[in-house]
């Protein structure tokens, strides 16, 4: 039992939240930058727990974004499986037409919350390009706005854990100021690295803020995680 429950709890130790601006290859304009807080109620296997993360991007120009990320998870009766973890890198935006946006970034990241269990919380880097476009549906009083995008990222830890992951997300404007966005993420790689995780929230953007609301779902190879979250974002 003590075995099968530590496998679990270090399955989960792997990122959790991909949330729309800190996802895709967008990046922000000069000067300007995004701040968003983020609380997940999860259950991993009827174990109830929580995470937080803080994240972060500054616009060093108009093509050149730096972003950094901090999060944590803790257990209500686990307080040993206690994890966090950071994460900052560079990214560079590449504007193509027909409103389509390219990127490639890399950074550094340290922290099971972040890497995942078994060598994973060590020291390592992370490399990631992605694609994605915007679009504009309808006229007048009908008109909304959308946006999808597709990445892949690497990271390697010098403990020697590595992961591999492909990411993708569909975002639409179902009424005015109110999105439904949807993501997907697949993780592969060393040590109970398979992970299948689905996400959806409602975003509120009222001028400067976000608010959102939303579920994620985790499908790993030890454990299943289903979670509720809210979150605040606002644009300087």
Known sequence: MVR???????GILLPALCLPAEAGP???PDKAAYGRFAVNRTEVEGLPGLRTDLYGEYGLSDRWTLTAKYERVTF??????????????LRRSFSLPDAWTASL??????????????????????????????FTRG??????????????????????????????G?????????????????????ENARSLKYQFEYVWRRNAFDISAGSLI???????EAGLFLALARRF
Request: charged share 25%; net charge negative.
């Open 105 to 134: 970034e890399a950074g550094v990241l340290e922290g099971e919350a972040i890497g995942g269990a078994a060598g994973c919380q060590s020291t390592g880097a992370e490399a990631r390009s992605g694609v994605g476009r915007s």
């Open 4 to 10: 099968s429950l530590t496998c679990i709890l270090a």
């Open 139 to 168: 006229e007048g009083a009908k008109r909304r706005n959308g946006f999808w995008f597709a990445e892949a990222a690497v990271r390697a830890h010098s403990d020697g854990c590595q992961r591999y992951r492909l990411e993708a």
């Open 170 to 190: 569909y975002g639409r404007e179902v009424t005015r100021n109110i999105w439904l966005v949807n993501q997907l993420w697949l993780d592969q790689g060393s």
């Open 218 to 224: 985790e499908l790993g190879g030890e454990f299943e």
């Open 76 to 89: 209500d009766e686990f307080s040993e499986f206690t994890a966090s973890g950071w994460r900052t890198t």
């Open 26 to 28: 967008w990046g922000q």
